[in-house]
């Protein structure tokens, strides 16, 4: 059913530098912080946002230095990136439209705890430290849904450590594909195919173990009828099983 030939990645041929005022209203009000306000109350918050496009490999920010930006994805994809102690990278995620990534110090973060890079060519909206402070001083209701998306990061935090330090690598892998399947996956059929270069190093680092483990278990998946793989692509042939799996304790 899937081959490389008939599963393209989707094109990202948006001008990355002309992002239309009802785009960004589009992708302001997506953003969680901004859920309460009324499309007036976002067009008023639109100017504190700068917009800047970037090619996929550019990096956005890098970890370790001032954390002066929070950004909200308006086209494209990018990748945060936490480099390890033992000077690897650990892909947290892959941040889509509508999403934000960075951090400022009213989040708790002097530095930024990960890198930004694109992945697709993409358009970034991005609001510094002073403007913020601006809007939640303005707009109360914004000042609750940051303070509940701080507590979710901490609280997400803390899975990821439990989840790195306990859980099996096969658990790890399938809940990152099923992650990856709710978050890009197209519904085709009886399957869930996601449109994207996903290398092994990506998939090894997301769930916290070597390529070689990551092989392995894919190699497994697939003769196990859960997967189907491509060089760019990755169907999630039964979802049913694949959840079982990622939540098998035993």
């Known amino acids: 059913m899937f ?15 002309t992002c239309t005022i009802d785009l960004r209203l589009h992708v302001l009000r997506q953003a969680p912080f901004f859920a309460a306000l009324s499309l007036e109350e976002l067009a008023q918050v639109n100017p504190y946002f700068h917009e800047r496009g970037y090619e996929p490999g550019e990096t956005v920010y ?27 990278n650990v892909l947290l995620d892959i941040v889509t439209p509508g999403e934000f990534f960075g951090s400022l110090s009213v989040l708790g973060d002097r530095e930024y705890r990960d890198s930004a890079e694109a992945q697709t060519m993409c358009c970034v909206l991005s609001v510094a430290a002073a403007d913020f402070q601006a809007i ?4 109360p209701p914004v000042t609750l849904a940051v303070l509940d998306l701080v507590a979710a ?28 399947g709710e978050k890009l996956g197209e519904q085709r059929e009886d399957d869930v195919l996601i ?20 092989s392995r278990v894919m190699s497994q998946f697939r003769k196990d009828g859960l997967v189907r793989s491509g060089r760019r692509w990755v169907a999630l042939v039964d979802r049913k099983r694949l959840l079982a799996v990622s939540t098998y304790s035993g």
């Open 3 to 17: 081959g490389r030939q008939h599963t393209p990645l989707a094109a990202h041929d948006i001008d990355p530098q």
């Open 62 to 88: 890098t970890a370790g230095t001032p954390a002066e930006w929070l950004c909200v994805v308006a086209t494209g994809r990018v990748k945060i990136v936490r480099p390890t102690p033992q000077g690897q």
């Open 136 to 139: 939640l001083h303005r707009y």
């Open 153 to 180: 990061r901490l609280a997400e935090a803390h899975e990821l450590v439990e989840q790195y330090s306990t859980q099996p690598v096969e658990r790890r892998i399938a809940a990152v594909l099923l992650k990856l």
């Open 195 to 214: 449109q994207m270069p996903l290398s092994r190093q990506d998939l090894a680092e997301m769930a916290g173990t070597t390529v070689e483990t990551a």
